[in-house]
């Protein structure tokens, strides 16, 4: 039987930055990175339209996304500081994408939490959930 799973991924976005810096700068290991004019894997004739630096849950079995949530934002939210200077350096977007497969029609509990909110009000990020229902 399949089960819903939930994938968060935290990006820092910009036009062209230096993605290596931004691994020193935070000390943390990015899931995956792009840049900025790269082909986008298995798309014909399509290419990158920013750099990508970012760092994801990858999709885990789960019925509250807050358990993903609380693992991305424990690795940053004691690197708000250094976050916020990439981000003026390199004039930079922070987006929260929170990614829901439906299974059974289980659905997830949604919500954020304080602690959530205050990261992302610190860093100005953004979210974006995307649901699909199988």
């Known amino acids: 039987m399949n089960k819903t799973n939930v994938m968060v991924e935290f990006d820092i976005i910009g036009d062209m930055f230096p993605l290596d ?20 894997t298995n798309r014909n004739g399509l290419v990158r339209k920013e750099t990508c630096w970012y760092v994801s849950t990858g999709y885990q079995e789960s ?34 994408f929170v990614v829901i497969r439906v299974e059974n029609n289980q659905m997830p509990a949604i919500y954020l939490n304080a602690e959530t909110i205050r990261f992302a009000h610190s860093i100005n990020a953004e979210f974006d959930f995307d649901v699909y229902i199988h």
């Open 21 to 40: 810096k931004v691994t020193e700068e935070l000390s943390v290991a990015p899931s995956g990175k792009y840049v900025k004019g790269e082909p986008v």
């Open 63 to 96: 019925l509250d996304i807050g358990a993903q949530l609380n693992k991305i934002v424990g690795i940053f939210k004691n690197k708000i500081g250094e976050l916020n200077l990439l981000q003026k350096e390199y004039d930079l977007e922070f987006k929260i």
